[in-house]
């Protein structure tokens, strides 16, 4: 079902974007003094941070696991966040978004190098636009590899979806809450293995396979700028 809300007019997006345009990203590594490793990101209107703890001692114990260690990430969104005050703690959807990444990165992390130990990552959402969990994923695996945990590779995340019945890269809010389907995805850049893929809304497959193809594209591109953010902290350091 499309919507009745006009969202592109000419081919130019409510934002003034293009169908296969990202919106403006900035990244950042180590901007954290406390945390082992650290990243932040805006990405259009939204503004993320990730913290990473450890690997470290695992508490409660009895979670322990001899054989890797576990990895923890916590997704949570700040009251302020949102126009209407978020009400501050976990709920359904950031459990939902904090068990999707965990998993997702637990596909690069090379956690067997760690047995009886836990790595900790906190993704703190400070301005919501659209798209938060893929940004978090984002600077989350920045933050794992500014802290030194050694990966397959890094996880970078895009979305893109159907608006008015065409096929959009990168969904701002307002296309995400009035549009017909949103497509968050993140991928292993090295091999493009998908380790997130959700999908709201109903595509045909014709329109899945676009959908899928340009968020890719938009992922490999957004794996370029982690490169780069992480070339900037280190480019004058001996590691
Ligand atoms: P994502 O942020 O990954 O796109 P959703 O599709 O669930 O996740 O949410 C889309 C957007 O809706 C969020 O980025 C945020 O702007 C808004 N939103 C989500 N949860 C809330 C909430 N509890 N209160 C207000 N706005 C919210």
Redesign the pocket.
């Known amino acids: 079902m499309e919507t009745e809300k006009k969202l592109i007019v000419d081919g130019v997006r409510v934002d003034g974007r293009k169908w296969d345009e990202l919106r403006d990203i900035k990244m950042k590594v180590g901007v954290l003094k406390n945390p082992v490793g650290s990243a932040s990101i805006e990405w259009g209107k939204n503004k993320v941070i990730a913290g990473v703890y450890g690997p470290r001692e695992v508490i409660p114990k009895f979670e322990e696991d001899s054989t890797k260690a576990i990895l923890k990430c916590e997704y949570n ?1 700040a009251p302020f966040s ?1 126009e ?1 005050r ?1 009400r501050p703690g976990p709920d359904r ?1 950031s459990v939902e978004i904090s068990k999707v990444i965990t998993e997702a990165l637990s596909s690069v992390v090379l956690l067997e190098e760690f047995p009886n130990t836990q790595i900790n990552v906190y993704i703190e959402i400070l301005r ?7 940004a978090g994923i984002t600077a989350a695996s920045l933050a794992l590899a500014d802290a030194g945990v050694p990966m397959k590779d890094l996880v970078a995340g895009c979305t893109s979806g159907k608006v008015n019945g065409e096929i959009v890269l990168d969904l701002c ?1 307002e296309e ?1 809450n009035y549009g017909d389907c ?1 497509l ?1 995805v993140a991928i292993i850049p090295k091999n493009k293995e998908i380790v997130l893929l959700q999908m ?1 809304g109903i595509l045909t497959k014709e329109e899945f396979n676009k959908a899928f193809d340009l968020v890719v594209d938009g992922a490999m591109n957004v794996y370029e700028m982690q490169k780069k953010a992480l070339y900037e902290k280190y480019k004058n350091k001996d590691v």
Do not use: C, L, S
């Open positions: 969104m949102v209407d978020k959807r919501a636009d659209a798209g938060t969990r893929i809010k995400d949103d968050p709201d």
